[in-house]
């Protein structure tokens, strides 16, 4: 995709969606990083049922010990691979008292060691709790990446490669969010809505599903500048952004859950 093109697609997603989020529910860092590890190969929509029940009672990491692996199992015991998941966590909040005074590192190389812990996590640790300007690929934005002809690669990490070398750097702080919610709600992995999608005129993907050429609408064919998006695509992903912004609503707990402004 050329770089006039690459801008184009990043503007429309900032114009539908300035400030994305996380879906996983937490107030501090920790808490997100315990998401993130819960939410290997599971929903956020499983983990953050979870961890509204957790964290009231542990959300800290000497919390997290003190509730032992039969304490904690009990609270994550609905997510998939959970045993292997809560040896990682005590193992890593006994590093985080041992060697970072029970706070979450900011610096990459430190984040992956921790057990539980790799490239993608950390990555999204760094991203959504400290602001960092980094590209967390996930299953959803390898497969955005490569259809839209943004970020052809073979495996994640080429795919984030080319996606840091490419994504303008005013973009960066978001393009993971941006990508990962269109690959959630739009360009699906069985079945992408492209009638419904904001881009399709720069998407590169060749088994489009698409309505009768009659139908489309006209904005789709001219290459339409973020002003005239076809009113349709953006009532659809705006309503996506809704549903999940309302799917993060936390339990109320007498504090403020507080969501960093993403396919993880």
Same mark, same amino acid.
């Given at each position: 995709?050329?770089?006039?093109?690459?801008?184009?697609?990043?503007?429309?997603?900032?114009?539908?969606?300035?400030?994305?989020?996380?879906?996983?529910? +937490?107030?501090?860092?920790?808490?997100?990083?315990?998401?993130?590890?819960?939410? *290997?190969?599971?929903?956020?929509?499983?983990?953050?049922?979870?961890?509204?029940?957790?964290?009231?009672?542990?959300?800290?990491?000497?919390?997290?010990?003190?509730?032992?692996?039969?304490?904690?199992?009990?609270?994550?015991?609905?997510?998939?691979?959970?045993?292997?998941?809560?040896?990682?966590? #005590?193992?890593?909040?006994?590093?985080?008292?041992?060697? +970072?005074?029970?706070?979450?590192?900011?610096?990459?190389? *430190?984040?992956?060691?921790?057990?539980?812990?790799?490239?993608?996590?950390?990555?999204?640790?760094?991203?959504?709790?400290?602001?960092?300007?980094?590209?967390?690929?996930?299953?959803?934005?390898?497969?955005? *990446?490569?259809?839209?002809?943004?970020?052809r690669g073979k495996n994640p990490r080429e795919v984030e490669d080319l996606l840091v070398e490419r994504v303008p750097a005013e973009y960066m702080l978001h393009a993971h969010h941006w990508l990962l919610l269109h690959g959630?709600?739009?360009?699906?992995?069985?079945?992408?809505?492209?009638?419904?999608?904001?881009?399709?005129?720069?998407?590169?993907?060749?088994?489009?599903? #698409?309505?009768?050429?009659?139908?489309?609408?006209?904005? +789709?064919?001219?290459?339409?500048?973020?002003?005239?998006?076809?009113?349709?695509?953006?009532?659809?992903?705006?309503?996506?952004?809704?549903?999940?912004?309302?799917?993060?609503?936390?339990?109320?707990?007498?504090?403020?859950?507080?969501?960093?402004?993403?396919?993880?």
């Open positions: 995709m050329k770089p006039a093109k690459v801008r184009e697609l990043f503007e429309r997603f900032k114009a539908l969606n300035p400030e994305p989020v996380t879906e996983l529910e +937490h107030s501090t860092p920790f808490e997100l990083l315990i998401a993130v590890i819960l939410s *290997a190969q599971a929903t956020d929509k499983g983990v953050n049922i979870a961890t509204r029940k957790l964290f009231p009672v542990a959300n800290t990491p000497q919390a997290m010990l003190d509730l032992g692996s039969e304490g904690l199992t009990g609270y994550v015991k609905s997510i998939g691979l959970y045993p292997g998941k809560v040896k990682n966590i #005590l193992a890593t909040c006994r590093i985080l008292l041992d060697k +970072h005074g029970g706070q979450v590192p900011r610096d990459f190389a *430190a984040l992956e060691e921790l057990p539980g812990v790799g490239r993608k996590t950390a990555n999204v640790v760094l991203n959504s709790a400290f602001q960092q300007p980094t590209m967390p690929v996930d299953t959803h934005i390898f497969r955005v *990446a490569n259809r839209l002809g943004l970020a959630r709600y739009i360009c699906k992995a069985r079945m992408p809505e492209c009638p419904r999608c904001p881009v399709l005129d720069l998407c590169g993907y060749e088994a489009k599903t #698409l309505p009768p050429a009659e139908d489309l609408p006209l904005a +789709h064919a001219a290459a339409p500048r973020v002003a005239k998006v076809t009113k349709r695509a953006t009532a659809i992903v705006r309503k996506a952004a809704a549903v999940a912004k309302k799917s993060r609503t936390p339990v109320s707990r007498g504090r403020s859950r507080k969501t960093s402004r993403s396919a993880r």
